[in-house]
């Protein structure tokens, strides 16, 4: 095990690691040094699993190292299943040649055995004893072969079971945090991605762009005074306000266009291979909807209307020149009355 509790420390020096653990990190990695048995190694591996995920809830570790620390764990224990592969298919067969080796030279004390019963009674009574020695030291070491055997069966079996539960446990592990990963995405009220996931999703659409020459258009619409809302019916009616919102607009765009909420009562909408003067009519024709189907909570109709800013990318942009031409978009279609759009 000594090549691949290396390479396991080797693998925990390339993860980064916040202050508060380095000190315990540094004793696995000195228990694997120290004592690089088999139990030792499965202990340690099993311990560090728990602690990144013990780490990740409290958002200690950065998604990029986990992904890339979960890259090299999976190949690091595929390499450690195929090597004890090996080392089974080469103890059958080790196990093999002994066998056929004792039943060779059993066959020829056998032999030997029935040569000796024609010769004198004085010459067989010597060569019978001597035969009769071997013969029971072979089935001796045979029986003690054979146990031993079994011994490293076992052995073999109880490490690849124990190869398997880390590897499950890997696996629940990176389950979990594609999972938290994904809720971290994600507006907790709405449902809908959130700014964080926004601003992945932006740089990926601009690097599209800016490689294929596409259209892309970016749109910010604003809940039209939002605050009188919250202020007469409350809180929670303005959340559910926001959620209609959200699910409207969600359910309105394409499934390759991007629909987020920026934040408060702002969302923001990528229209992927789209041009301005496409995305005005579309943006046009969801503030009308909204206008035209108000908000309903208990035997109250509110009206709702959206602001929007629209504008295309260009080839002298970048992402925040963008933005920031549709954020004035937006500004200036609420200095001009709200309920309306703008592009520029």
């Given at each position: ?8 420390v080797?693998?925990l020096?390339?993860l ?13 990695k000195q228990?694997?040094?120290n004592?690089?048995?088999?139990d030792?190694w499965?202990y340690v591996?099993s311990e560090?699993?728990q602690?990144?995920?013990?780490q ?6 950065e ?6 620390f979960?890259n ?8 450690i299943?195929?090597q004890?592969?090996l080392?089974?298919k ?7 040649d002994?066998s056929?080796l004792?039943?060779s030279?059993y066959?020829?004390?056998e032999?030997?055995d ?10 067989k009574?010597?060569?019978s ?10 089935m ?5 072969s054979?146990q031993?055997?079994?011994s490293t069966?076992t052995q073999?079996n109880?490490?690849t079971e ?6 499950i ?10 999972l938290e ?8 009220l709405t449902?809908l991605?959130?700014r ?7 740089v ?19 809940i ?8 007469t019916?409350g809180h ?5 306000a926001l959620?209609?919102?959200a699910?409207?607009l ?5 499934k ?21 003067t496409v995305a ?7 503030r009308?909807?909204?206008?035209q189907?108000?908000f309903?909570?208990q035997?109250h109709?509110?009206p ?9 990318f ?11 031409r ?8 609420k200095?001009?009355?709200r ?5 520029l």
């Amino acid at each position: 095990m000594l090549k691949i509790s290396q390479q396991f420390v080797n693998l925990l020096d390339q993860l980064s690691l916040p202050q508060s653990i380095q000190t315990q990190f540094h004793q696995y990695k000195q228990l694997l040094i120290n004592n690089d048995s088999e139990d030792n190694w499965f202990y340690v591996l099993s311990e560090i699993i728990q602690l990144i995920q013990q780490q990740y809830d409290q958002n200690s570790l950065e998604k990029a190292n986990l992904e890339q620390f979960f890259n090299h764990l999976n190949q690091y224990l595929q390499e450690i299943e195929q090597q004890l592969a090996l080392s089974h298919k080469q103890w059958q067969l080790s196990v093999s040649d002994c066998s056929e080796l004792y039943q060779s030279v059993y066959e020829q004390v056998e032999e030997l055995d029935d040569e000796i019963k024609l010769q004198p009674e004085i010459i067989k009574q010597q060569l019978s004893h001597k035969l009769q020695s071997i013969r029971s030291s072979l089935m001796q070491q045979l029986a003690y072969s054979e146990q031993q055997s079994q011994s490293t069966q076992t052995q073999l079996n109880e490490l690849t079971e124990k190869l398997q539960t880390l590897e499950i446990e890997a696996q629940q592990l990176r389950i979990y945090l594609q999972l938290e990963q994904k809720k971290a995405y994600l507006d907790i009220l709405t449902g809908l991605p959130n700014r964080l996931a926004y601003n992945e999703k932006i740089v990926e659409e601009f690097s599209r762009w800016k490689r294929y020459q596409n259209h892309l258009s970016l749109a910010i619409c604003d809940i039209d005074y939002f605050k009188n809302i919250n202020d007469t019916y409350g809180h929670q009616v303005g959340d559910q306000a926001l959620c209609y919102i959200a699910s409207l607009l969600n359910r309105s765009f394409r499934k390759t266009d991007f629909v987020a909420r920026y934040g408060g009562e702002e969302f923001v909408i990528i229209l992927v291979e789209t041009p301005k003067t496409v995305a005005f009519p579309v943006m046009e024709k969801m503030r009308t909807k909204i206008f035209q189907k108000p908000f309903c909570y208990q035997n109250h109709t509110i009206p709702i209307t959206l602001s929007f800013g629209i504008t295309e990318f260009t080839s002298k942009d970048e992402i925040a020149t963008a933005f920031d031409r549709a954020d004035k978009a937006l500004y200036q279609a609420k200095n001009q009355g709200r309920n309306q759009s703008i592009q520029l």
